[in-house]
């Protein structure tokens, strides 16, 4: 008879663990739901006017970020909250890649992530990447769900993007592949408008060209084109993306820097710069200063569940939004009221 009291009092305690702990999870997905459901419209992540006009010119020096191929890991994130505790930024350049498919829930997920979780007190200005839009209409086979070009306008603003900040001139061009000179013409008609009389010129691209390294990855098109660009105007930097990884080297007087270790990091690619890696750059009236801040630990598990999540769960609800609040409810009664059977039934078998 003891037995089987004791069985029946460990079968309350696993049943209302559960439950509870059901419960709890059902409530972590609402209150994310949540979250994404209330978004502000005026947030700061894109490439929009009201994003310039937030800047503050304060002159020399000043600092910013550059990030690429965060494929929305909390990689990114940890880099990104690591740089903010070292000094004050003016705003940061994501390079491309910064979710990991042109699925509009996995953009919802980086805006919503961004936004609510990091609260950043600055713009991000962003760069598209081959994994950002679909291009070619294969890589997502549900229509409703794939972003392209102008669905990329509607979430962040202009794809090529330009702005002046404290006398320095900054170009962001989109590598159209169905357009190999599209940002070429970007480029030329920024830079003959307004490349005279800044200070420092900086241009970001998702592509690298082959020549900055052996990268083994697809290379920037007419890139014998953008490299007579960019001597002819005399531009300070280029920062490229795609390249999972860092690499840095010189052309005729022009720093050329990869940086795209924000997120996963490729098997198969060289050792060389592969680590996880943030740049700050600071600017001065006399010169750049380059900074890596880095994180060795791979993190993997939270990614991926919270993005299944938003990608696989939050589609189908985001018709039915009492299904969660039903959910939570249920498994919350659940849990107490077999919690209070484990608690009855200790007490009875208390001497």
């Keep these: 008879m003891i037995l089987k009291t004791k069985k029946r009092t460990l079968w309350w305690l696993i049943c209302s663990i559960t439950f509870l702990s059901i419960s709890f999870l059902s409530g972590w997905v609402l209150k994310y739901y949540r979250d994404y459901q209330n978004l502000p419209t005026d947030h700061l992540i894109g490439n929009r006017i009201s994003n310039i006009e937030m800047l ?21 994130e940890a880099l990104i909250k690591k740089a903010l505790r070292t000094e004050k930024f003016s705003f940061l350049i994501h390079l491309g890649d910064f979710v990991s498919e042109p699925d509009i829930w996995s953009h919802r997920f980086f ?16 760069v598209p990447g081959n994994h950002d839009i679909d291009y070619t209409s294969r890589k997502i086979s549900n229509k409703e769900r794939r972003v392209t070009q102008e669905v990329f306008d509607s979430l962040y603003g202009a794809r090529n993007f330009h702005f002046i900040y404290n006398q320095c001139l900054f170009i962001l061009c989109e590598v159209d592949p169905k357009d190999s000179i599209g940002y070429l013409n970007y480029l030329r008609g920024v830079l003959s408008e307004k490349g005279s ?125 009492w299904i969660p609040y039903l959910t939570t409810g249920l498994f919350l009664c659940l849990g107490v009221f077999y919690l209070i059977f484990f608690i009855k039934e200790r007490n009875n078998g208390s001497p």
């Design 111 to 126: 805006l919503t992530e961004m936004i609510k979780e990091m609260k950043l007190p600055f713009p991000v200005f962003l």
């Design 197 to 321: 009389g800044e200070k420092y010129i900086f241009v970001f691209i998702h592509y690298p060209p082959t020549r900055v390294g052996d990268i083994h990855e697809k290379g920037l098109p007419k890139e014998n084109d953008f490299f007579s660009i960019m001597k002819e105007y005399k531009v300070t930097r280029c920062f490229f993306g795609h390249f999972h990884g860092y690499w840095r080297s010189e052309w005729e007087g022009i720093n050329l820097i990869i940086s795209g270790g924000g997120g996963r990091l490729k098997e198969r690619q060289p050792e060389w710069g592969k680590f996880h890696h943030i740049l700050k750059v600071r600017v001065n009236e006399h010169g750049i200063e380059e900074n890596l801040i880095v994180l060795k630990e791979e993190m993997g598990f939270e990614d991926r569940f919270e993005h299944w999540i938003f990608t696989q769960v939050f589609p189908y609800i985001k018709d039915h939004a």
């Design 56 to 76: 503050k010119e304060e002159g020399f020096p000043f600092s910013f970020l550059v990030i690429g191929d965060t494929h929305g890991s909390r990689m990114g």
